[in-house]
């Protein structure tokens, strides 16, 4: 089973920057990459996602712009540095690839549609004012 484990979360303020890194277990060419948050009450959501080996990336409207997801192929990471924070980005941070069994949301990416089933365990983002 693919694990992906999640770090680099913290508190900062308004207007600054954190970089999450997601390791997974197993990591291929082939494998869609994704970054999700969620807050109390609220939906998983999409924030970026990396694809084509990389070639490719998507972003959520919310943070296009001021995120870049990227992989590290070297350190078999895949990064989300996250620019000009706001407290409407505070949540709980979630790794994400597809393919695997445990279905929690999925995503337009193109032209296709992507289903997340491999996920981490989280790492929270606080952003103060």
């Known amino acids: 089973q693919v694990r992906l484990v999640e770090s680099g979360g913290g508190s900062v303020q308004a207007g600054g920057s954190l970089r999450l890194s997601c390791t997974p277990s197993?990591?291929?060419?082939?494998?869609?990459l994704a970054w999700f948050r969620q807050v109390p009450g609220k939906e998983l959501e999409g924030v970026a996602a990396i694809y084509d080996g990389g070639a490719r990336t998507w972003y959520a409207d919310s943070v296009n712009g001021r995120f870049v997801i990227s992989r590290d192929n070297a350190k078999n990471t895949v990064d989300l540095q996250m620019n000009q924070l706001t407290p409407g980005d505070t949540g709980m941070y979630y790794c994400?690839?597809?393919?695997?069994?445990?279905?929690?949301?999925?995503?337009?990416?193109?032209?296709?549609?992507?289903?997340?089933?491999?996920w981490g365990q989280g790492t929270q983002v606080t952003v103060s004012s």
């Open positions: 197993k990591f291929t060419g082939r494998s869609t």
């Open positions: 994400a690839a597809d393919g695997g069994p445990d279905f929690r949301a999925g995503l337009w990416i193109g032209t296709n549609r992507v289903w997340f089933g491999y």
